[in-house]
């Protein structure tokens, strides 16, 4: 669109033709937002801003999409993803444990990266290896069957040295 086109904006240029290509249609702003994240990885608040300007939408509406659906993070993720299913499988086998597990070695909850950007935890839906539940996948890698007792090993094998 001719208006947007023309405002200058410190957004990337792939974002921003996204942005003009739905500004006007309906739904567009999580569209724009999915965009987003998937690429700075979570929704950087200065960017965020920074589209509310591009966009001529309060700040407040673009934060109340944000934190309404859990799919979008505020914050950056860690080097390292950790996602623990929590599929029905996985729920009935000891989902929570694992991460209750985690969140007492390294110190994160579900959401939460560590504080030098190693590790991010997420809870995520069935990842369609039921019959190995309860299941973690840290980086593509998937550990199925884990115990309690396994989950620090798991953690050390993928923590910088
Ligand atoms: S429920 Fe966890 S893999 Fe299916």
Redesign the pocket.
Known sequence: MATQAAKKTTLPRELIDFVDEWIEKPGNLIMILHKMQQVFGYIPRAEALELARYMDVPLAKIYGVITFYHYFKLKKPGKNKIQV?M????YLKGGQDLIDEIENLIGIGVNQTTDDDQFSMESVR?????G??P?VVLNDEVYGKLKKAGVAEVIAKHREA
């Open positions: 299913c599929g029905t499988a996985c069935c990842v369609g290896c039921c190995l539940a299941v």
